[in-house]
């Protein structure tokens, strides 16, 4: 489909009217009662699966990125959890789920998401929601599994921009990951405290970091600093290229994007675009790597708008 005919750019305006603007739902929320786990079985071996789980309906399924956990999407769930029955995972090796006995690597963690959503009793009328090199991940479950997903979002997926890294830059790359990771678990309450180092640590994947709440940051840098699957799902990412796949895609996609992405830069939304073939694009200006986080409102409504008019289909 031609990309102007899926387009979709934010309505104009104050470039930070909702800008981290948060409605607090999460904040009111017990999440221990809406927390469980599972054993599934794939390439990556028996491994135990957490997730947090929310709402009833038509089931949602979302997989965070590289660092990440359920609690990335704190700003997310309750308002999808409106009308869907969501369920956010940690990936082995992220958030509470511990490491898998077998190894890190894209394809056996597409493989993963499927077998999650078949333990848990997902229907193919899920939507598959996926950040960064959750993006990625679910693009392999959907390939691997067709059928088996309804609609898939993919908000700034890594993968494209990847795929060419060389082994030289690659190696660099999961040597200064090495050198950075201790110092992140050393430093998050001191980071949060200074408004400096906050902008200074945080501006590679937040456009305006000052404008987002210090709780929402709390839970993504601490379990990002302590992900024991950060390297090696670090080294598995990089290089790894399954371009020639996204043509298989046949389900509605939404590609949505910050603009001022620094992590993965705004091309790769065209790029998937180019790519998959019931695609459409949605830019957000202003914002950077965690659209959810940055613009939680927007991306509730337009990523809800989406799935809905999926299932009225």
Known sequence: MAETETHRMTPTGPALDDYGRSDGEWLKIDWSDHLGETVVQSRLGSTRVDYVELGEGSPVLIVHGLGGSWRNWLENLPSLARNHRVIALDLPGFGSSPMPPGPISISAYGELIVAVADRLGLGPETSLIGHSMGGFISTEAVTDAPGRFSSLTLVAAAGISFASMRDTRKSATTAAIRMIRPLMANRVDRTLSRKRLRAASFSGVIAHPSLINRETLWELARYAATAPGFVEAADALYGYDSRERLTEIEIPTLVMWGRKDRLVPVAAA????????????????????????????????????????????
Not at 275 to 297: F, Y
């Open 270 to 313: 065209h790029a998937y675009l180019r790519r998959i073939p019931n695609a459409e694009l949605s830019i957000i200006e202003d914002t950077g790597h965690m659209v959810q986080m940055e613009r939680p409102a927007r991306f509730n409504r337009e990523v809800g708008q989406f799935i809905a008019g999926q299932s009225a289909g």
